[in-house]
């Protein structure tokens, strides 16, 4: 695992050794294990270190024998040995033992087409010295990052932003991201919240040649094609084979390993996998409170045989951290739980180095409480369209708080207007009332239900169900969930797994009937079902909590009236009503509705705004 960044110069200038230092220095933490740098005319590579495997023969940028391929590489592949096998069988020579190695002699037998041959989690740049082309690359899933910019005579690309603007890239709010994000708690790819910045989003290559012309194109897919005549007995062995091989190929590594361990399944089942392998140590952090994750996390650990370390987060822990967990993240992600990763990321990283985790369970599987309402809207959905369409007008007459109105309201609404994923904060009609903007943007601007359009209209032959994890994998889960995942352990040095997220698992998950997958009310009820005997008994069936994060009652308190303060002095009220704001704080405050989520949405971009837009020096890490 590491941390890339470079420049293309079209007129061939050669990067400076002062410019690439700048880039590379703001990603220390992702590589403290060593540095380097190549430069030719045209070109520049950057890299920084976090030593994993081949910890001898590590050291990028890397090339082929002539040196006419050379390459910067974030990431880790899980078949690289099998593809060295190969590719030596084709006649390649090899330096190294490194994965890194095997992509470059990949590109050069396979050319683009090489990214598809590949298992794993990466962001990479090759430049080839041939054709004059700078080639790269994000993952299938999103895992790691890749952001990139072009201004004006230079193409710039980083694992991180920070890479970018220390080159001097312009540091201005993208209007129409900060118009989205407050609706989803993240900036949906490919913008960031930098003008001129862009992600390059998950299963996507790009192509740049010298004289600035930029190529994207998608490599693959995450489409679910359910097989509804598929046994469950056979989906349940397919499942248990799958992820005790992804577990193992996760593993490989040359230095200390462990697990995240929560009070769910999804953890718990990786933890279990890896314990029936070697001896290892788990990692929780809870909450004081009745949903502390970290007393059945214990009991997990107990039942299973790892060595467990624990952390009470208590309110100044996660508010003293906030500052430089929010400059890690680049841009605004307002998910509470990302400040409790924040946390036990720190704490395993005391023990280990790479740490394997449970996200993209819920996604490929069917695991949010959501996923069950296609379910209970039944009796709606199956009136005739004309009875549906009356009732439609009806219930919007009916007083709002009126019991059954909002069953009825999102009976009678289809799933494309009311389904964006697992966060809908703000409204169009809120934003209004918000957002100091003009009325000729927001009625203009690609909104958020128009972003979840392209992907609807892929999955019109879908059911319900798998639709709304279609929208997840491609919204939620990249925005969210992987880049928090990313920024928050990589702050700490840490390397994070993810083996649901694995092209194999993918491959399993995506034919299951969805009928397997929610029934008889439960969520991701054949996962359940699988892990049988692997994951202990008490752990099975309990609700999902996630990172069960008190933020409503700490808002409610004098931390609400600070929060505020911290908003005000920020420099964004050219951005937001403080009326509006101040509002919302003074009503949830006395009771008179949950608005924290809410005000968390302005108060991340508030401190993001502050070290990225205000300070001069915002890239440098708040202490």
Known sequence: MCGICGVVYFDHTVPGADELERMTSQIVHRGPDDFGTWTDPGIGLGFRRLSI?????????????????????????????????????????????????????????????CVEKLRGMFGFAIWDRRKRTLFGARDHFGIKPFYYCQDGQRFLFGSEMKSLLAAGMKRAVQRESLLNYVTFQYVPEPLTMFEGIYKLPPGHTIKVSDDGKITLRRYWDPMFEPNESKPL????????????????????????????????????????????IEPIKTFSVGFEGPNNETEIAYESAKALGTEHYAKIITEADYFDSLERASWHQDEPVADPSAIALYHVAALAREHVTVVLSGEGADELFGGYRIYREPQALRAVDALPMPLKRLLARLVRLMPSGLPGRNYLLRGTTPLEQRFLGNAKIFTEDMKAELLKVEPELLASYLNPWQTAQKFYKKTTHLDPVTRMQYIDMNLWMPGDILMKADKMTMAHSLELRVPFLDVEMFDVARRIPASQRIADGTTKAVFRKAMQGIVPDFIMNRPKLGFPVPLRDWVKGERGVQMFEQIQSSGIEDYFQMGYVRKMLENHREGRGDYARKLWVVYMFALWHRAYIEQPAGTVQPR
Not at 96 to 101: F, G, K, L, M, S
Not at 236 to 264: N, W, Y
Request: include cysteine; proline fraction near 3%; charge should be negative.
């Open 53 to 113: 495997i081949d910890l001898a023969e590590g050291h990028q940028p890397l090339s082929n024998e002539d040196e006419s391929v050379w390459i910067a590489f974030n990431g880790e592949i899980y078949n690289y040995k099998p593809l060295r096998e190969m590719l030596i069988g084709r006649g390649h020579q090899f330096k190294t033992h490194t994965d890194t190695e095997v992509i470059v002699h990949l590109y050069e037998e396979f050319g683009e087409a």
């Open 233 to 276: 007995s056979e989906s349940i062995e397919q499942i248990r084979e799958t992820l005790k091989e992804s577990v193992a190929a996760h593993m490989q590594s040359d230095v200390p390993r462990g697990c995240f361990l929560s009070s769910g399944i999804d953890s718990t089942a990786i933890a279990a996998h890896m314990r029936a």
